[in-house]
């Protein structure tokens, strides 16, 4: 198993639609594997395949506490939403430092492949719902400020070049 580096936004991976995973080959479950050493390792709750620079419809989610349930989504589609819409903070591992309030469904219903090929449809509410919409979105190439406002979304990106260059100071 590996970590592997996440990629920083705006890098152009991060804004392409990702490609069907085909087959699911032993390079995609060792990828996967890494992705979810990469996640715990962030630490993170989910990570989507383009933050590490492969353009494929693979994400890696646990929400749990106890960080000891790894869900491993493949093509996944969100086939069924509930009616409400809540909003919640959110922050994103190719953004790191910042954390916006961003609108989601509570209720989504995603249909997917597990690493077996088997077809999944699962339920989900809470932080789980949250963290599917998220990085479903990664998959078609958006980002959580995207949901902002152009203000907003400016500010943000201002925060975050500063963010970058103090840390660039810091290392010197
Ligand atoms: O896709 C990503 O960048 C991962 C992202 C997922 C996410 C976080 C919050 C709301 C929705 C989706 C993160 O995991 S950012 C890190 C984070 O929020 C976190 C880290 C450790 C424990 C709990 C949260
Ligand atoms: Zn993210």
Do not use: W
């Amino acid at each position: 198993m590996a970590i592997l580096p996440i990629v920083q936004y705006p890098a152009p991976v991060l804004a392409e639609t990702a490609k069907p995973v085909a087959d699911i080959t032993e390079e995609i479950r060792t990828l996967a594997a890494d992705m979810a050493e990469t996640m715990y390792d962030a630490p993170g709750v989910g990570l989507a395949a383009p933050q590490i620079d492969r353009s494929i419809r693979l994400v890696t989610i646990d929400v749990s506490e106890e960080k000891n349930h790894l869900i491993t989504m493949i093509n996944p589609e969100i086939i069924a939403t509930g009616e409400e819409k809540d909003t919640g903070e959110e922050g994103c591992l190719s953004l790191p430092g910042i954390y916006e309030k961003v609108n989601r469904f509570t209720e989504v219903t995603v249909r997917y492949q597990d690493l077996e090929g088997k077809t999944i449809e699962m339920e989900a509410d809470g932080l789980l719902a949250i963290c599917i919409q998220h990085e479903l979105d990664h998959l078609d190439g958006k980002v959580f400020v995207d949901h902002l406002s152009q203000l907003k979304r400016n500010r943000a990106c201002t925060k975050l070049r500063k963010l970058r260059q103090q840390a660039t100071k810091d290392n010197q």
